[in-house]
């Protein structure tokens, strides 16, 4: 498995942007898929955004397709999700995690420990 810790989480006014980073540990993080996932209180985890371990294919859930833009840079073991035009509906924590097949969310092994994302409206 490999450890991972997110950063950049924090409260914005609807139509603003935050950038969330996953800092993850070990050699071998450019072979794990990345995924970003969040649950808001009460409700399901959602299988946000994610990204292949070459960068060459992405998933974005219909609720942030053309907002969100999932990226990741292998030679600094990061995973990043840069989120514009936010709304209140995406206020939850966010979670980061490592996988072996991009776009099935259950191939997600490795969990970061959530950053909370609040959007006033």
């Known amino acids: 498995q490999v450890q991972l810790v997110e950063s950049g989480g924090g409260l914005v006014q609807a139509g603003g942007s935050l950038r969330l980073s996953c800092a993850a540990s070990?050699?071998?993080?450019?072979?794990?898929?990345m995924g970003w996932f969040r649950q808001a209180p009460g409700k399901e985890r959602e299988f946000v955004a994610a990204?292949?371990?070459?960068?060459?294919?992405?998933y974005y859930i219909d609720s942030v397709k053309g907002r969100f833009t999932i990226s990741r840079d292998n030679a600094k073991n990061t995973a990043s999700l840069q989120m514009n035009s936010l709304k209140p509906e995406d206020t939850a924590v966010y979670y980061c995690?490592?996988?072996?097949?991009?776009?099935?969310?259950?191939?997600?092994?490795?969990w970061g420990q959530g950053t909370q994302v609040t959007v006033s409206s």
């Open positions: 990204i292949s371990w070459s960068g060459g294919s992405t």
């Open positions: 995690a490592a996988g072996w097949d991009y776009s099935d969310r259950n191939s997600y092994d490795s």
């Open positions: 070990g050699r071998i993080f450019r072979r794990y898929a």
